[in-house]
């Protein structure tokens, strides 16, 4: 048979075969459904009719976008800050940047920036399309900023378009990048992206940059200092030297370090070169033109403000905000003049050898108007020549007793009763015995008071021991009323829960976290408008052409009750009548407060408001090499500097000065409910034998009766209070303290000893 012939053979025997079988299937089943579809010819040519697709939008991308103008960020605008009164306050934002040509920009330099930002720099097309994709995706899923740019990207984003993180925007970035990369030099990109950066400090720019930080020009800068100007940029604000917190400094570090070893990974830095290299601390940031005095304080909390609000630095930096703040020149000139007067006249500033204690003495300062939380005086300290962070807004010190109001108020809101069962109120009362330990805690504390004085022998009434600001009583009543309710309370009322907080130790009660003293004003702000949140504000509106700003509005929800609230304030003004507040005392005004001193007398505090303002002056201990907490003991040459001294100094010549010429009201505390009033007397009787004084298993407070050195079990104490050789009289009102009491440095939180004025 032939070759023809076998083939018909073979085509006749396929004709005889049923359907499924010339299909080619063996069981003679038909193929049914999406199974027919599912070949491998269809899925291929999906595949490759979706990549020619894709291929096919992206051509007509690139050819339908074209490198726009350049943006606003491009050609920097000034800002005007103004007064409440619409006055001009200062400019700032003015173009600070100098464009270099790369010559000027020094090898290393250069690289350090390459090393750590792109370092495939030289070789890649303009654009990273995993990181762009990285990117695209954390945009979409709401997973923060698209992330992976290339050097090329950064400045087509600087230069071109803008920080919108659409995805969107990032689509035009990768086309026009792509584009610049075929049509720039790399060095003319590089020259580009190095000059049109923001470092912070006003600085646009390489060589803007190298003067704010180092004061050199740029082809000055030496590799260390290139690193850290690398390492900055990623985030201005939070990692300039001269401002960050230990967590900023701790970041950019790591970024500092990333810059040198990924240059010798590039073979750009010799390894033993590099073992030598250390970090250069930047200069102290220099105010602009016009920022001089509090100006430059004042528009460091507006930006701080804007911030916190969504507006960015950089975006606040490029220029073209008119931003009006709350602030009142009159009342600004008040406080400025107080603070002069009541302590700076006083210091001895320029004689270290004569006056050493008076060099590392910092104030600050906020005012609010209390009707509406508008910041209408602020003080951040001499100037931001000498001190680049403002006091006013600094919370690496603790407030001290000025916080014992927000113990007081938790206890009254929640309704908190003694360790005996009696509801806590101004009248209740308490064993005011210095080193008293506490009862019902897990924590052992039995705190000392101001200089070891036992007070109300030594029962006495909650208004008493705020007057005196009895340790023992508060590290009592913050237990009874459970320290993590108080934790509560203060973030309600404003104050924030930083690093440290000791939110389960009895120490709270004496004011152991941090605190500013914008917060410290909304605390008490809130007392004074019967319980409704404020949150005080500096900025009254800010307008841009290209941008919207909504005031928040300090006035927020009820947090207290009104009986509370004015409660608090009744207690306070009896502060300011009777006890440790007598120094702002005045016929011209109605006034509570409260003061505050913490351990080692680094800190001292005066919180005082009037219907009209909430003011809080604060002085702080700091060593102007170290800017370690040190004591303020010995300010002015005189003795232990307490809130009743310095800062309710400064407090009431400021607010007399502010309220000149207004008519003043007195608060409506029709609300406030003080308590069943004790018994008339509480003295001890010679024929008395009750056995009711506490022991470290008994209740913190004693009915009216007589005390006798007993626990309730008839037994001793085994580690009874310490008496003073001569204690205070017994009268219903303790002793207040004298503004300026013999030094006597305390023991730390937790431990007997921890002030209180």
Do not use: C
Not at 532 to 556: L, R, S, Y
């Amino acid at each position: 048979m032939g070759r023809a012939e076998a083939r018909r053979a073979q085509q006749q025997r396929g004709a005889r075969k049923a359907p499924g079988e010339r299909a080619g299937k063996s069981t003679g089943k038909k193929r049914s459904g999406i199974r027919r579809f599912l070949n491998w010819k269809t899925i291929l040519g999906t595949f490759l009719g979706g990549i020619l697709l894709l291929v096919l939008g992206a051509v007509i991308l690139y050819f339908s976008v074209d490198p726009p103008d350049p943006n606003k960020n491009a050609t920097l605008q000034s800002n005007t800050y103004k007064y409440a009164d619409g006055s001009i306050m200062a400019r700032t934002g003015t173009m600070n940047r100098e464009i270099l040509p790369i010559e000027k920009i020094p090898e290393d330099v250069r690289t350090a920036f390459i090393a750590i930002e792109n370092k495939s720099f030289y070789k890649d097309s303009g654009v990273d399309l995993i990181g762009v994709a990285r990117g695209l995706f954390n945009t979409a899923t709401g997973r923060g900023k698209a992330g992976g740019s290339t050097i090329t990207q950064q400045y087509v984003k600087n230069y071109y378009l803008t920080q919108d993180q659409s995805a969107t925007r990032k689509l035009r970035e990768l086309v026009i990048s792509v584009k610049v990369d075929q049509r720039m030099k790399k060095n003319e990109i590089l020259a580009g992206y190095l000059n049109t950066n923001f470092y912070g400090r006003n600085a646009y720019g390489i060589q803007a940059a190298a003067q704010a930080y180092y004061g050199v020009d740029a082809e000055k800068l030496t590799l260390e200092q290139a690193a850290y100007l690398a390492a900055v940029i990623q985030a201005p604000s939070q990692y300039d030297w001269a401002t960050a917190g230990p967590n900023g400094k701790r970041l950019v570090m790591i970024r500092f370090n990333a810059v040198l070893d990924n240059m010798v990974e590039m073979g750009k830095l010799d390894q033993a070169k590099r073992a030598t290299l250390k970090f250069q601390e930047p200069i102290k940031p220099k105010p602009q033109p016009g920022m001089d005095g509090q100006k430059g304080y004042l528009v460091q909390a507006a930006k701080a403000e804007l911030g916190r609000q969504g507006i960015k630095d950089a975006d606040i930096t490029a220029g073209g905000w008119t931003i009006t703040l709350n602030i009142d020149k009159k009342k600004q000139g008040a406080l400025e003049k107080a603070v002069q007067d009541e302590l700076e006249s006083k210091l001895e500033r320029k004689n270290v050898q004569e006056r050493p204690q008076d060099q590392s003495v910092q104030a600050g300062a906020t005012s609010v108007d209390a009707k509406t939380g508008a910041i209408v005086a602020m003080y951040g300290g001499v100037g931001l020549t000498e001190k680049a962070e403002s006091n006013a807004l600094r919370t690496d010190y603790q407030p001290g007793s000025t916080f014992k109001p927000v113990v007081l108020a938790t206890a009254l809101e929640t309704g908190a009763k003694t360790q005996d069962g009696r509801p806590i109120t101004p009248n209740a009362l308490y064993d005011g015995t210095s080193k008293r330990p506490v009862v019902g805690s897990a924590t052992a504390f039995a705190p000392q008071n101001q200089d070891n004085i036992n007070y109300g022998d030594p029962m006495l009434t909650v208004q008493e021991a705020t007057n005196s600001s009895v340790n023992s009583v508060y590290a009592q009543m913050i237990v009874d009323a459970k320290p993590e309710k108080v934790k509560q309370t203060a973030l309600s009322l404003g104050m924030t829960d930083r690093d440290g907080w000791p939110a389960d130790r009895p120490a709270m009660s004496l004011g152991t976290m941090s605190a500013n003293t914008v917060e410290m004003a909304g605390v008490y702000a809130t007392f004074g408008s019967h319980g409704k949140k404020v949150t005080p504000t500096i900025v009254k509106k800010a307008e841009h052409a290209d941008a919207e700003f909504k005031a928040v509005n300090p006035i927020g929800s009820q947090v207290l009750t009104t009986k509370t609230a004015d409660t608090v304030t009744k207690v306070l003004t009896g502060v300011v009548e009777d006890g440790s507040g007598k120094a702002v005392r005045s016929s011209a005004y109605d006034a509570a407060g409260k003061t505050g001193t913490t351990e080692s007398n680094v800190a001292a505090w005066f919180t005082g408001y009037t219907p009209e303002l909430v003011t809080v002056v604060a002085m702080f201990g700091e060593d102007p090499n170290s800017h370690s907490q040190v004591t303020l003991t010995g300010t002015a040459g005189k003795g232990r500097a307490g809130g009743s001294s310095f800062p309710a100094q400064i407090w009431q010549a400021y607010t007399l000065a502010a309220l000149k010429g207004q008519s003043t009201g007195q608060f409506d505390l029709s609300d406030a409910e003080m308590g069943t009033p004790p018994a008339p007397t509480r003295s001890p009787s010679p024929s008395s034998t009750a056995t009711l004084t506490p022991s470290p298993t008994t209740s913190s407070t004693r009915p009216t009766g007589t005390p006798d050195p007993t626990g309730s079990s008839g037994k001793p104490d085994p580690t009874p209070p310490t008496k003073n050789p001569t204690p205070p009289t017994k009268n219903p009102t303790p002793p207040t303290k004298d503004p300026t009491p013999p030094t006597k440095d305390p023991t730390p939180p937790d431990r007997p000893g921890f002030p209180h004025l």
